[in-house]
Each structure stands twice: as C-alpha cells, then as structure tokens.
C-alpha cells in the first residue's frame, strides 16, 4: 500500500475589495490558494481494504462478492472513492448489486467500476457482481487474476503521516488584512490490492 500525496492548501483571504493582481482568475474571490505536495513512502495501516471472492457457477457464469472496508477514523469521510476490479477479457451481461454508490462494466478496462460518491471512517460497503461467459473460453481469461485492484480517493482532513501546520504567518507590504486557514487533503497514490484469487 502506498500513499502518494498529502496536500496541504493555505488559504489567505483578503478583506480590500480592490483586485489582487497576484491571484490572477480568482480575485473575485478575493482570495490566494497556496499548495504544497510531498511524498510519502511509509509503512502504514492501509486506509482501505478491499476483499475480492470469486466464485465460478459454471462454466459460463462468474460472480464476483466485493467488500470494502475503510480503515481511517470514523470521523473522516473519504470522498469520490473510486474501486476498479479486474474480470475476464471475455465477460459479458453484467448485473450488479449493492445498496452503496453505483458500479458499471467497463470492457475497455476489462473491469468494473464502483463509484461511492461518500465512504464514511470505520464502514464497510458490499456490492455483487454477476457476469456471463461464452462457452469456448478465450486463451486469455485468466490473465485478470494477475491484475491488482486499484483504488482511488480524497480524504479531507487527513494527514496520513500527522504532520500540521502549527504557525503560519503572513508578510502583505501592500495593507491587505489577511486571514490564514489551513487545509488537509489526503489523496490515493499508486494503491493497489492484490486479489486473492
């Protein structure tokens, strides 16, 4: 598991109504955006399972029973939570089943795409997929169980590594009167989970 990015916005907000040529598209708003990246590479607790069973009805059926857990505080939401499993080269008539977020086929991918639009800390989320198989099995059907889940995601709030911003000031030459806030964002890097197929 690997967290790629941690981001961390800084926000100034301006009370003069004057334009702010710094903050050029967006002194409308009256305010800057400041980012600032860096890179993990850390051994933490992955702040999302994914569990893949698949189970072969027959020769021309599969179905796939998919479970997600996330690992972070409850009190986080995870946002726009994208969860891509792998299926044979050859699957078709897709049907699917869950009761969170909606799943479609994705045959350019040979994969399936469950979209979760919230994942709330400390929950668990199942979906079931059924596919159809034709009945003289492609050379390559098998290939997918080689092939990792991928999983993305934002996380507000978060900082995997717990780092914060404990002082920030602001040197403005020009009179502005200027408020700091301070914001957290974790996303997905490359996170990927192996199927245990």
Known sequence: YNVKLEYIYLFFF???RRRHT??????WARRCVQETAYRL????????????????RSQTK?????KAKSNFKAKNTANNVEVFIPVPCDAQQPSFKTAHGT?????EKDAMGWSIKQFPGQKEMLMKASFSLPSIPSS???EYKKIPVN????????????????????????????LPWVRYITQNGNYQIRMGI
């Open 14 to 16: 301006f009370s003069s």
């Open 22 to 27: 710094r903050c050029s598209g967006v002194s």
């Open 41 to 56: 590479n850390l051994n933490v607790k992955p702040l999302f399972t994914v569990e893949v069973i698949v189970e072969s």
């Open 62 to 66: 599969i179905e796939f029973y998919v």
């Open 103 to 107: 799943v479609k086929y994705l045959p």
């Open 140 to 142: 390559k059907r098998d």
């Open 151 to 178: 999983v993305e995601f934002e996380i507000q709030y978060l900082t995997v590594s717990g780092i914060q911003v404990r002082y920030l000031k602001i040197v403005e030459k020009s009179g502005y009167k200027a």
